[in-house]
């Protein structure tokens, strides 16, 4: 067999891997997709309850905003001031339903983007990037899709917190691996590709 002949194979068996730059633009453009939909849910929720409550979560956005940075970032401090804020029943239930809706936000984003478009989202989509199951011969599976969209759903919410840390390490495990493979795309046995036909032909040939 000749040095063509091998080069074939060789391209045949691996994807093409994506450039790194792509996949940050991508994440990028669907953060701040995210950014806009948990504002939403901040602006409209609280629509929903009385002015009281609404008031005094207004309140408690302003006293959150003035603790410092190692206050916010330290649970015993923060839980110490939810409890002396005195919250009203009413408000601390809206407070909890918005906490809920914020963390199965992305998680929920991710999983029905790429389950219901091809492995897009509105980010990948722009790129013209898609997730791929990471065996040539299958799509990946609805449960291999929901694991994958949690941890990258909950790295996303990390990255927006003070504790970064943990989303960090996940979206930097693409640069200690040839695949350039996150640790949400080996949860999900996927791997990003572009999706131009170009790619996908010497993917599946």
Not at 27 to 51: E, G, R
Not at 103 to 129: D, H, M, N, V
Not at 165 to 184: D, V
Request: net charge neutral; hydrophobic share 45%; aromatic share 8%.
């Amino acid at each position: 067999m000749n040095r063509d002949s091998l080069d074939t194979a060789e391209i045949s068996e691996d994807p093409m891997i994506v450039p790194i730059w792509k996949r940050i633009v991508a994440f990028a453009m669907d953060m701040i997709l995210i950014v806009v939909l948990l504002q939403s849910i901040v602006q409209v929720l609280p629509k929903m309850y009385s002015a009281q409550a609404g008031q005094e979560f207004n309140q408690l956005v302003i006293d959150a905003s003035l603790l410092s940075q190692q206050e916010q970032s330290n649970l015993h401090k923060t839980t110490e001031f939810l409890e002396n804020a005195n919250l009203s029943e009413e408000t601390y239930d809206m407070l909890v339903t918005m906490i809920f809706l914020a963390c199965i936000l992305p998680t929920t984003y991710f999983f029905l983007s790429e389950l219901f478009f091809r492995g897009q989202t509105l980010g990948k989509a722009t790129l013209r990037l898609r997730t791929q199951s990471i065996q040539r011969d299958s799509q990946p599976t609805a449960l291999r899709l929901f694991a994958r969209s949690v941890l990258k759903g909950t790295s996303a919410l990390s990255l927006m917190s003070p504790f970064f840390i943990p989303g960090l390490i996940n979206f930097a495990f693409c640069l200690a691996n040839r695949k350039k493979r996150c640790l949400h795309d080996l949860a999900g046995a996927c791997i990003t590709v572009s999706s131009q036909p170009s790619t996908i032909k010497n993917y599946e040939s």
